[in-house]
């Protein structure tokens, strides 16, 4: 599968909102307002579409990969780089999962080279974090915003 990155507009970005997951993952659904196209094209977000130019998902960098509140409870220190990611729920639940991270690890290497990175995800989100461990991520932070719990997971390249 032919993976590339494009920059957000608004039609992605409408798109994007209108994605519907399954229980429990609808947790990440999203309401279409002004403000939430208006935060996805704040340059910090970028579609990555398959060779049918279709959206096969998107990823964040910086504070819009943060769960706001994880910075009361310490879960964001300087120096690393977050990543947000989130996959069309067509493709969901079909092992293509490993492919996509695998493709934006590399464009962020590419980007950042073998910057520290760091992830945050919902605990229930059992998926992701067997992804992301299977992909050289660990667990740190732990800490909960209302009924949920997230965890922030680093991968530091180390010099061999």
Known sequence: MLLYVKEMDEIFAEEILSWKY??????YNNEYSVDAVRELMNHSYSAVLD???????????GESAQVP?????????????????????VFTGQGRGLTFLTFILNYIKG?????????????FNSRAIHLYEKLGF??????????????????????T
Not at 22 to 27: G, K, L, R, S, T
Not at 53 to 61: K, Q
Not at 111 to 123: E, F, I, N, Q, W
Request: charged share 25%.
């Open 22 to 27: 399954e229980a429990p993952y609808d947790f």
């Open 51 to 61: 060779e049918q130019d279709e959206i096969f998902g998107f990823l964040c960098i």
């Open 69 to 89: 509140i994880g910075i009361d409870f310490g879960a964001y220190p300087k120096g690393f780089i977050d990543v947000g990611i989130g996959m069309n729920p």
């Open 111 to 123: 980007v950042y080279g073998d910057a520290p990175l760091r992830l945050t995800v919902a605990v």
């Open 138 to 159: 660990v667990k740190e932070k732990e800490f909960t915003r209302g009924d949920i719990v997230f965890i922030t997971m680093i991968r530091v390249f180390k010099e």
